[in-house]
């Protein structure tokens, strides 16, 4: 829909338009709940020992493969729309008409001049410029003010939205003295209206300064003709600077260098993590005698408890439930992009506009298998993670596998004693009567 570029009146000042899963925890160290691993190393470095949570993984080629294309789809997205932003002579799809200038009070005396640098304006732009002229009176029984009639206006009159508007009005008691040059202000409006379609050429900035150009064109005491002339020579000479400069301001990169800093950063830190990996063989090995007594000795004072986080089965079940839960209400935004993009994309290509359906479709089916395959990852991994938590907190290993600690035999207290006899006791224990335990009698 069309849209303000501005206004202003006598008196008035003037006013601007609107351009519209739970991580693997790893360390050298033992820490409850871990398992062992041995990272050896091909390459003739010494083996690591780790401890784990989680069974670590390797940076896999297809994992950066995925970063690559998505950081891709996302740097070719934003490209192709700076790309339908950057300013470029519009087609014309609607009917030019026969003049310009529609002087509804005869207030301007070089139409004909006028006529043509609008004509000009139109050829190097594709935009069509109107300028209507009119009563104050002719407007204000029906409409609160003189935007609500330009915009009347324009939806009455056009379609499209490449056309541009000026709408200026004077009191009729006025209009007869100012156009005989006896009168320098007069109580004037003027409004702006203009299509969407215009704003890449048309800019804001350059809005401004028609603006104000109008503005201080008509508080001179210019004649109108002038005024209008003047504004539309500078007009032509800024659209033409800016449709024929045979660049595209730096700015407009800015957006696809932060995202490709955005990819590229994790992108060559997994290389350099895959470039490791790959003389890298992982393989868990039996927990070390050390490992063993302190998992024992935590047992011990955290038996009832599940996992390294000392957190109850039952409630580590309820967590699972609810980060499900607020993962679905997290991703369902991001859903509804990739629905939207495959809906819009086929309604593109059913206008004929393939070239932006084909994308927006692809896009829109990239995106969402994108974010199927993160969610079923996410989930199965929750899954596990609910079905481990109540496993003991030591490595399944048979008992044979890993070491445990030999002992003599005389270092452990003796458990066989003789029970003392009374045979040969000449004593009545009568008076401890009182001191034997219950249940000892």
């Known amino acids: 829909m069309p849209h303000s570029g501005g206004g202003g009146s006598h008196g008035g000042g003037s006013h601007g338009g609107s351009h519209g899963g739970r991580s693997s925890r790893t360390s050298h160290s033992y820490f409850p709940g871990a398992r062992r691993y041995r990272r050896h190393y091909n ?23 995925a970063m690559i294309l998505f950081g891709g789809i996302f740097s070719s997205m934003m490209f192709f729309s700076i790309r339908a932003d950057s300013p470029k002579r519009l087609e014309e799809n609607y009917v030019r008409p026969d003049s310009y200038v529609v002087d509804n009070i005869d207030i301007l005396d070089k139409e004909d001049e006028i006529d043509e640098l609008l004509g000009n304006f139109n050829d190097n732009t594709g935009i069509c410029p109107v300028i209507y002229t009119l009563y104050t009176e002719d407007y204000e029984d029906d409409y609160v003010d003189l935007e609500s009639f330009a915009y009347n206006v324009y939806i009455g009159t056009w379609e499209d939205e490449r056309h541009y508007l000026i709408v200026f009005a004077v009191p009729e008691d006025q209009a007869a003295e100012y156009r005989k040059g006896k009168l320098e202000v007069p109580d004037y409006e003027y409004e702006i209206m203009m299509g969407d379609d215009t704003d890449p050429v048309i800019t804001e900035s350059i809005e401004r300064s028609v603006v104000a150009d109008l503005r201080e064109g008509f508080e001179s005491g210019e004649d109108p003709d002038l005024v209008f002339i003047d504004v539309f020579e500078s007009l032509i000479e800024k659209t033409d600077a800016r449709l024929n400069s045979g660049r595209i301001s730096l700015m407009m990169f800015l957006p696809i260098v932060i995202v490709l800093l955005i990819f590229g950063i994790p992108v060559i830190a997994m290389i350099k993590a895959y470039n490791k990996d790959k003389h890298v063989e992982i393989e868990e ?9 302190y998992l024992g000795k935590y047992r011990e004072n955290y038996s009832g408890f599940s996992g390294n986080s000392q957190m109850p089965v039952e409630f580590k079940g309820n967590i699972g439930i609810v980060v499900k839960v607020l993962m679905m209400v997290f991703m369902l935004p991001f859903i509804i992009v990739g629905l939207v993009q495959i809906i819009g994309g086929a309604s593109d290509m059913m206008s004929g506009d393939n070239v932006s359906g ?20 996410i989930f199965s991994r929750l899954g596990k993670s609910s079905k481990s938590s109540g496993t003991p907190m030591t490595a399944d290993y048979p008992d044979a596998d890993y070491p445990h600690a030999e002992y003599p035999q005389s270092d452990y207290p003796s458990t066989d004693y003789e029970p003392v006899s009374h045979d040969n006791c000449h004593s009545s224990h009568e008076e401890d009567e009182d001191s034997i335990r219950k249940g000892y009698e």
């Open 43 to 65: 390459d003739g470095r010494p083996d690591e020992y780790i401890y784990s949570s989680g069974r670590p993984q390797k940076t896999s080629l297809a994992s950066i493969i």
């Open 285 to 293: 090995v039996p927990l070390t005698e050390s490992d063993n007594e």
């Open 358 to 377: 084909v994308f927006r479709l692809i896009f829109g089916i990239i995106w969402s298998l994108i974010l199927v395959i993160t969610m079923g990852t």
